[in-house]
């Protein structure tokens, strides 16, 4: 029983190249769509963890579909179809090279920067006598450039963006328009399943003159969520927020003595850890989704996705 996909390396019609990232393995068909197949791999760190996580791909693949749908009104994206409750075929297009990555609340890294001194984030200003996990006055968008692998993001301002031509200004300002408001929707969505939608990342690419939504959206791998039950009593009392995100297994490396530094050995993920796991990730889902998961046949993972995409392309 192969109850996991850890790694891919399919042969399908049409194909012309594989791109294999932290969780994803991406197929070329035709240089005209792609396949995405979403992994049961996890990173922490920016470190990849040596055991698949049942039904994880699942979970971010279906999530990610949802909200596709949900925001298509808003901007168009490259989602065609789901073959398999993994893989999303869709446009390729081209991508831009930064993303967009929306706050409504000073947390995570904008945290840390604004305690270290930070008065200006990507070149928006941050008003003084601010607190962790407090609310923004509106949200604010604070992009990054798309680094290399194995290497970090860094922010850049609107500014920067336009003056170096990685994107000419007419297409940014649409897609600052799009990122703000597929957020917007998001945090509806969030809000009417007792969830806060703290921060995400989008990203954007161009197929014959149109700007597309790409990649996953509104997942609690791209996103932050907090519980909105219980925010403000936290927030006034300087506690931690409730989050869902895969926060709890940085927390889980972090307490073994893991946190991707050199010499630094991961810890073991033993059965007991790894099914833990799971069953959060699926506890995410469906209070994300505010429905049911039902689990696919994970008596074969590799095989039922290969014959899923194969039957689909056949289709085409």
């Known amino acids: 029983m192969v109850k996991t996909i850890l790694s891919s390396n399919y042969n399908f019609p049409g194909q012309k190249s594989i791109y294999k990232g932290k969780v994803r393995d991406v197929y070329n068909i035709n240089d005209k769509y792609l396949l995405m197949i979403v992994s049961d791999r996890i990173s922490a760190f920016d470190v990849v963890l040596p055991k698949g996580i049942p039904y994880k791909g699942q979970v971010l693949n279906q999530i990610a579909a949802k909200f596709l749908d949900a925001t298509s009104d808003i901007v168009p994206n490259w989602k065609i179809a789901t073959p398999d409750p993994t893989v999303t075929f869709g446009h390729k297009c081209e991508p831009y090279p930064v993303e967009m990555i929306v706050r409504a609340y000073l947390t995570g890294s904008s945290w840390r920067a604004y ?77 009417d399943h007792g969830l806060i939608l703290v921060d995400t990342k989008y990203e954007f690419g161009k197929k014959d003159g149109k700007i597309y939504l790409i990649d996953e959206i509104n997942t609690p791998d791209s996103s932050r969520y907090f519980y909105a039950d219980g925010y403000q009593e936290r927030f006034d009392k300087g506690l931690q927020q409730k989050q869902l995100s895969k926060e709890f297994v940085r927390e889980w490396l972090m307490a073994n003595g893991f946190q991707g530094k050199e010499g630094q050995k991961i810890p073991e993920m ?32 590799p095989e039922r996705i290969e014959k899923n995409c194969r039957t689909f392309l056949k289709s085409l």
């Open 115 to 191: 305690k270290a001194g930070a008065r200006e984030i990507c070149g928006i200003k941050i008003p003084d006598g601010m607190k962790e996990h407090q609310q923004f006055e509106k949200p604010i968008i604070t992009p990054t450039t798309k680094a290399e692998q194995g290497r970090h993001d860094e922010d850049i301002s609107r500014s920067e963006i336009i003056s170096r031509g990685l994107i000419p200004e007419k297409e940014y300002t649409m897609i600052e328009e799009y990122a703000m408001g597929i957020f917007m929707r998001g945090s509806q969505i969030a809000k």
């Open 270 to 301: 033993t059965d007991a850890f790894v099914n833990e796991v799971s069953e959060r990730y699926i506890e995410l889902y469906e209070k994300i989704t505010g429905e049911k998961f039902f689990k696919a046949d994970i008596s074969n993972v």
